[in-house]
């Protein structure tokens, strides 16, 4: 079964971005948002999970007064981040400085479009990024800046436990916390038809009144979940 929990992320966000002067990187105006947590009985099949994201995106994506409809696995301002060390092939920390360190993300193709984020160089993902295609990733211009300072990020790696994912493109830094002058920690994204994990939040935009579309988030949750 899969659970969620509806917010409507363009408000919340929208009160929160008016304590600060600082650019977020990202648009929350006519975004709704809604949580969702897997049952790992019920999609314990990588495949499974990757085609149950896709169905309910799809049926976002489709439905009426709906721009963009995408999935993501933490949204700003929230304690959902995934933080780690990481690996850059070819690149060695200078002495008495830390090792490569960000925040990482899994999200679908139309993410940028949804949240409101540019696109710097490079491309997103697309829906062939997926289990049968080369590991991909996309990174943020603070990791560009702080690690590709005089070259093009596009075609080195990140190296995650082992895992290397080419990166294909490079997007504007969105900030994830409350405190944004702040938030000065880079991120790279993974295609999550590539990496599905069990815990998410879908997210689409409108030009209508966003909370109106809770009951069709639901809905469309509910229905390839049955």
Avoid at 12 to 18: P, T
Avoid at 70 to 84: E, R, V
Avoid at 91 to 106: E, H, I, L
Wanted: charged share 20%; proline share 8%.
């Amino acid at each position: 079964l899969a659970l969620v929990l509806l917010t409507g992320a363009g408000v919340l966000l929208r009160s929160l971005m008016n304590l600060y002067q600082a650019d977020p990187g990202f648009k929350p105006a006519g975004t709704m948002a809604g949580q969702i947590a897997l049952t790992p009985g019920s999609y314990a099949s990588p495949d499974k999970t990757i085609a149950f994201y896709r169905a309910v995106v799809d049926k976002l994506s489709a439905t009426a007064g709906v721009e963009y409809a995408a999935a993501i696995t933490s949204l700003p301002f929230t304690s959902d981040n995934h933080s780690d060390v990481f690996a850059i092939p070819g690149y060695s920390a200078p002495p008495g400085t830390p090792k490569p360190w960000g925040n990482f993300r899994y999200a679908t193709p139309d993410y940028l479009a949804a949240l409101g984020v540019r696109l710097l160089q490079g491309r997103f993902f697309t829906p062939h990024d997926d289990s049968h295609s080369a590991p991909v990733c996309v990174i943020d211009s603070v990791l560009a800046r702080r690690y590709w300072p005089t070259r093009s990020p596009l075609g080195g790696q990140i190296e995650l436990h082992g895992e290397k994912a080419t990166i294909v493109g490079v997007v504007e830094h969105v900030r994830y916390s409350k405190r944004l002058e702040e938030d000065s920690t880079g991120a790279w994204y993974y295609p999550l038809f590539q990496r599905p994990v069990r815990e998410t939040a879908f997210l689409i935009r409108t030009t209508r009144d966003p909370v109106s579309f809770a009951g069709a988030m639901s809905a469309a949750v509910k229905s390839v979940d049955n």
